[in-house]
């Protein structure tokens, strides 16, 4: 009879016994520190949580994070005298973080250690805030010239490691945003896949399909990084983490509501860049502009924006303050939230939860002896009560309303309580706008217009008698540009956005009109003799100077 020694096999089981008996000291000493056991090999470690401490740190210190919910971190160590345990836990407090102890062996050390060469080149440096390697990011960026490029990196992304796909996936999920210029990112789950899409020049674009596992891992991620709970699936959440990109501050605002299939997530980019336009890049015409220049110089009054969600108006109001910037000014605003920090302005937040409403915050602000007051939204009666006393009395105040159009906001604000016979002294501009997409120069071409379009354009000419900006159309054109589509527009045929705008100022006819509960329609025909052209007349001019066209203002503007 022959007798075969496996001398590997031996070896496996040797090592496996050795292993069992550390872990089963580990659980005595666990004992006796009172500090509770946690089998490394047996849990799975979230790599987010690893990348929290530096390798060599956690070598030296002979502990790792292997799991982290919001601000609490679980920290597993082998030995609790340690030298440098200390200085660690200590770097961690600084930042933040509750530590939770727990004692492992070593081989648990060691394989988590192991994790550290698969982490991704995105590190979360501290909670909420991803840190991404600028050589990477920008490599991502530049190489993504269309949503093409975006899907070939994706599927790249999901070829990865386990551990290292999620972090190159959402990666690769921002850098397109950016390289894009997209507003928003949606990823949302359907009853056998996910989709991602990207909102660019206010369309949502469809950029690629991943598994539901995947989605899942993302969604977690994702509220990790934005500090919302896990558990929570069933309500609405808020959150938001930050990107740092070329030294700039990149903020992420994420939310997440339930849907059929799974929570839907948007995460909202807010691009410092998105905002350096000015004042005279917005698309309005030379003579409202002149006359938004007139009214912002003045020392007191109102200023109001109107438009939906997404029509630029943040960006408007943010460009009548960089107009008004100077040292001898003191600017203060109250947002909800702060979406772009202004140098130099004194920006505030809405906190309800603390009781820091529009009304309340606009009231401190005017204990500060502000000459310029942004107030980002007249949402309730006592805000625009408020803010119509402050433009009474010495403050030049600018801010936001919903409303269709610019003839609506007096009505609006009297619904509000506003009273009609001090409401044209304090509001001097009401302006309406929209974002229309503006045609990509690469492939826009010149077709022939029909009948249908003539007689729109006709119409629209012939409402503008008397109006300056007729006299810049000597004739209606017999051809329009058209979308088409390329590589360079992401094949929509439009690339970037411009305003359509419309301005009512207040004066002596709109003060008499006011006076008799009028309709919109009645204001707006009081107005006439202004000759401030409406978002439709500016559209169609923008038409026949071949910057947009029929299709898209009639995606969001009237013009029927």
């Known amino acids: 009879m022959t007798i075969i020694f496996d001398e590997d096999k031996k070896n496996q089981q040797l090592k496996q016994m050795k292993i069992e008996e550390d872990e089963r000291l580990m659980m005595m000493l666990s004992d006796r520190y009172s500090i509770p056991y946690i089998n490394l090999s047996s849990v799975s470690i979230n790599t987010d949580a690893l990348r929290l401490l530096d390798q060599e740190e956690a070598k030296k210190s002979e502990c790792v994070i292997f799991d982290i919910i919001g601000k609490k971190i679980h920290l597993a160590i082998y030995n609790p005298s340690n030298p440098n345990i200390e200085a660690t836990v200590d770097g961690l407090k600084r930042k933040g973080y509750e530590v939770i102890f727990h004692m492992t062996s070593m081989y648990g050390i060691e394989k988590a250690l192991n994790l550290y060469k698969d982490l991704s080149f995105a590190v979360e440096t501290e909670a909420g805030s991803l840190d991404i390697s600028n050589d990477e990011i920008e490599d991502l960026v530049e190489k993504t010239e269309s949503l093409d490029d975006i899907k070939i990196f994706i599927s790249e992304a999901l070829q990865e490691k386990k551990s290292h796909k999620l972090s190159k996936l959402l990666a690769v999920i ?9 507003s928003d990112i949606h990823i949302e789950a359907e009853e056998s896949y996910s989709k991602l899409r990207y909102r660019i020049d206010g369309v949502l674009i469809e950029a690629s399909q991943f598994d539901l596992e995947t989605y899942h891992s993302l969604l977690s991620r994702l509220k990790l990084l934005s500090g919302l709970k896990l558990n929570v699936k069933e309500n609405a959440q808020d959150g938001r ?17 339930p849907g059929s299939y799974g929570e839907s997530i948007v995460m909202r980019i807010l691009n410092p860049k998105s905002i350096s336009s000015g004042l005279e890049d917005l698309g309005m015409t030379k003579k409202l502009y002149n006359v938004v220049m007139k009214e912002i110089n003045r020392p007191n009054g109102m200023i109001l924006l109107t438009g939906p969600t997404g029509s630029g108006k943040t960006t408007t109001l943010y460009a009548f303050l960089k107009k008004t910037m100077t040292p001898e000014f003191k600017i203060i605003t109250i947002e909800d939230p702060v979406e772009y920090h202004l140098p130099g302005v004194v920006q505030t937040q809405v906190d309800e939860h603390k009781g820091y409403t529009f009304a309340e915050g606009l009231r401190s602000i005017l204990r500060q002896d502000p000459d310029i007051i942004l107030v980002g939204e007249i949402r309730d009666s006592e805000t625009a009560s408020t803010a119509i006393q402050a433009s009474l009395t010495g403050h030049l105040v600018f801010s936001t309303l919903h409303t269709n159009n610019a003839a609506g906001t007096f009505i609006r604000l009297i619904d509000l309580g506003a009273d009609p016979k001090t409401l ?21 071409k010149l077709v022939d217009i029909d009948a249908k379009q003539t007689k729109i354009i006709q119409d629209t000419m012939d409402s503008l008698e008397g109006y300056e900006e007729k006299d810049e159309i000597k004739e209606i054109p017999k051809q329009l540009y058209q979308a088409v589509g390329c590589k360079e527009c992401n094949n929509t045929g439009y690339k970037g956005r411009i305003g359509v705008h419309e301005g009512i100022l207040s004066n002596e006819k709109i003060e008499n009109i006011i006076a008799t509960n009028p309709s919109e329609r009645e204001i707006k025909e009081a107005a006439l003799d202004q000759k401030l052209i409406d978002m439709k ?24």
């Open 241 to 257: 983490f930050t990107i740092k990109i070329y030294t700039t501050d990149i903020e992420i605002r994420t939310s997440t509501i």
């Open 174 to 182: 921002m850098a397109g945003g950016l390289a894009t210029k997209a």
């Open 424 to 444: 044209t002294s304090s509001l001097h501009l009401a302006i309406a706008q929209r974002l229309i997409r503006t045609l990509c120069p690469a492939c826009k």
């Open 537 to 560: 007349q500016d559209g169609i001019i923008k038409i026949i100077n071949g910057i947009t066209t029929i299709d898209e203002l009639e995606r969001v503007v009237d013009i029927y």
